[in-house]
């Protein structure tokens, strides 16, 4: 194996099991339907993208305790991604479940980035990155994350690390 093999090969990320992730995150199930698969059975990628952001927005309501869909309405406050990206250790098939946890990896100050974990028996299926920007939907424009949404990923992230 070459030196360049060799380093593509370290820096590849490696499946997780659900033991190896970190203890207080949480957590949504969701079973792949017939509608979210190719012909062969085969969960289609962007279906994925549609999943995890369901469960973004689950992780706020439920776990942050801040309506997901008050922020963009009456807050007009925008959680848009700047970057989303996804490493596929194996592929999900129609009827399969998989248990997504949610994990913040970084605050700034108008951005923020989660890592979301597919557990498909017990080991990890994929892997989301996500970067989200929070932005004033009037003005099209980023602007610093709120106050609670800021202390409420402080408070998730403290207590899942």
């Not at 008050?70 to 848009?80: A, K, M, Q, W, Y």
């Not at 597919?118 to 990155?129: P, S």
Request: aromatic residues 10%; glycine residues 8%.
């Amino acid at each position: 194996m070459t030196t360049a093999e060799q380093s593509i090969q370290q820096a590849r990320p490696r499946p997780l099991s659900t033991a190896g992730l970190p203890a207080g995150l949480w957590s949504m199930t969701h079973v792949f339907r017939h509608g979210q698969c190719d012909p062969a059975g085969i969960v289609y990628t962007p279906k994925f993208f549609d999943v995890f952001n369901q469960v973004i927005e689950a992780w706020f309501c439920k776990r942050l305790g801040i309506g997901y869909y008050e922020i963009i309405g009456p807050r007009r406050t925008g959680l848009g991604y700047v970057n989303a990206a996804a490493t596929f250790f194996t592929p999900c098939m129609m009827g399969e479940k998989v248990e997504i946890f949610v994990a913040v990896t970084a605050i700034g100050s108008k951005s923020y980035q989660l890592q979301l974990h597919a557990m498909k028996n017990g080991r990890e299926a994929l892997r989301g990155n996500f970067t989200t920007v929070t932005t004033c939907l009037d003005e099209h424009q980023a602007i610093p994350i709120p106050p609670d949404i800021k202390a409420a990923l402080a408070a998730y992230a403290e207590h899942s690390s």
